[in-house]
Each structure stands twice: as structure tokens, then as C-alpha cells.
T-cell receptor, first 118, second 117 residues
Framework: AQTVTQSQPEMSVQEAETVTLSCTYD???????LFWYKQPPSRQMILVIRQEAYKQQNATENRFSVNFQKAAKSFSLKISDSQLGDAAMYFCAYRSHPSFNRDDKIIFGKGTRLHILP | EAGVAQSPRYKIIEKRQSVAFWCNPI?????LYWYQQILGQGPKLLIQ????????DSQLPKDRFSAERLKGVDSTLKIQPAKLEDSAVYLC???????????????FGEGSRLTVL
């Protein structure tokens, strides 16, 4: 069974600085999706960035980028130029690719609470 | 495009009472999920529907929880009778069909926060 581990329950970063959130996962599948979701306090969860395992190039969305290391099963999120609005819970998630949909589940990590210090 | 709609946003009940939550997914999304998120934890899947069929309900406490998606569109999650440990946010999410190669992303509603006293 797949697992997702976020080893940092909380992190803090100074505004305008860069922070990296860690995520490791375990799977025997060769193709899958990885996601980072953001959940601001009392607000809905939204997608930050997505990576498809067959793509070697790391995904980037504006100030957000990932370091995807498939062999190491690592998927970290880097936030550059941190802003106050980045304060939230961040969840790493794994999903089987539809073509391997024998047991399609989306597995979430326990989350990392990110604080932005003004 | 309208997002995932959930209601009610907040509900307070006493233990042993019943409660129901409603979810309307994004139009055209075949897959619908109900997650339970206890404070400080990640979402835990309760049940997953593909159209009106259940794909996975292995973590649904079936002695007290039930869910249906009769017409393959909106869905209702019911808890009866509620326990103190059911206090959580119940998240509904939807996605395109799991057979779609562009599938992957889940779209979440704002959640229904349940407090059981």
C-alpha cells in the first residue's frame, strides 16, 4: 500500500525568504501523480502544484516549485519569496495514475503547518 | 465554473443525535469523495464514488456512517448516531473520471465542520 510521510509538523519562515517542505512516499507503481495542496485556516483546500511521475522535469508554478526525485521517492516543495498569504497547512498527496487504476486511492500526508513571520 | 458546494458549513449536535451533510460536485465530475479531517491531521478517505457506484468505502464506519449518490451527481453523508470522536471537518471533493488521462487533481469544497457535544 502507498504511504505519504511529511516529517515536519510545523515550519516558520521569514517573509520574502525561501522555505522547503519535505515529503517522502512509498509505492511499487511506476506511474502516478504527486500533489501539494494548500489549506488556509478555515478555507478550502486548493491545489498548489502537480507532478506526473513519468515527467523528469520538475514542476513549477510561479513562486512554487518542486524537487522530484523518483528513485529516492522524495517530493519537496520550495516556496520562494514567501508571502503572508502563504501561511497555511500544506499537504503532500499521492494518486495512482488512471491507467493503473486497480486500486485508485489518493493518499494524503499529515501536513505541515507553515508560519510566515513578518 | 462553479466549485464544489457543501452544506451546512457548521453543525453542532449532541452525541447520539444524527446529522447529514450534502455535497454537489463540479458539473461533469464523475468521481466524488468524502473525507474526514480531524483537527491537525490530514484528510482521511471515507468513501469514493464513481458516478453512482461505490469504488472504496473500506474506511467508512458502516455501523454509523452511510453515504449515497443516487443519481450520480450530488451526494449525502449521514452519521447516526454521532459520537464525540466524529467531531471533524467533512470534506467533499470531486474529480474527472478516474479513467481520464487528464484526471488527477481533486477539487475540494469548503467543508462541513461538525462538533459533537
Amino acid at each position: 500500500a502507498q504511504t505519504v510521510t511529511q516529517s515536519q509538523p510545523e515550519m516558520s519562515v521569514q517573509e520574502a525568504e525561501t522555505v522547503t517542505l519535505s515529503c517522502t512516499y512509498d509505492t511499487s507503481e511506476s506511474d502516478y501523480y504527486l500533489f501539494w495542496y494548500k489549506q488556509p485556516p478555515s478555507r478550502q483546500m486548493i491545489l498548489v502544484i502537480r507532478q506526473e511521475a513519468y515527467k523528469q522535469q520538475n514542476a513549477t508554478e510561479n513562486r512554487f516549485s518542486v524537487n522530484f526525485q523518483k528513485a529516492a521517492k522524495s517530493f519537496s516543495l520550495k516556496i520562494s519569496d514567501s508571502q503572508l498569504g502563504d501561511a497555511a497547512m500544506y499537504f503532500c498527496a499521492y494518486r495512482s495514475h488512471p491507467s493503473f487504476n486497480r486500486d485508485d486511492k489518493i493518499i494524503f500526508g499529515k501536513g505541515t503547518r507553515l508560519h510566515i513571520l513578518p | 465554473e462553479a466549485g464544489v458546494a457543501q452544506s451546512p458549513r457548521y453543525k453542532i449536535i449532541e452525541k447520539r443525535q444524527s446529522v447529514a451533510f450534502w455535497c454537489n460536485p463540479i458539473s461533469g465530475h464523475a468521481t466524488l469523495y468524502w473525507y474526514q479531517q480531524i483537527l491537525g491531521q490530514g484528510p482521511k478517505l471515507l468513501i469514493q464514488f464513481q458516478n453512482n457506484g461505490v469504488v472504496d468505502d473500506s474506511q467508512l464506519p458502516k455501523d454509523r456512517f452511510s453515504a449515497e449518490r443516487l443519481k450520480g451527481v450530488d451526494s449525502t453523508l449521514k452519521i447516526q448516531p454521532a459520537k464525540l470522536e466524529d467531531s471533524a471537518v467533512y470534506l467533499c471533493a470531486s474529480s474527472l473520471s478516474t479513467n481520464d488521462w487528464t484526471a488527477g487533481e481533486l477539487f475540494f469544497g469548503e467543508g462541513s465542520r461538525l462538533t459533537v457535544l
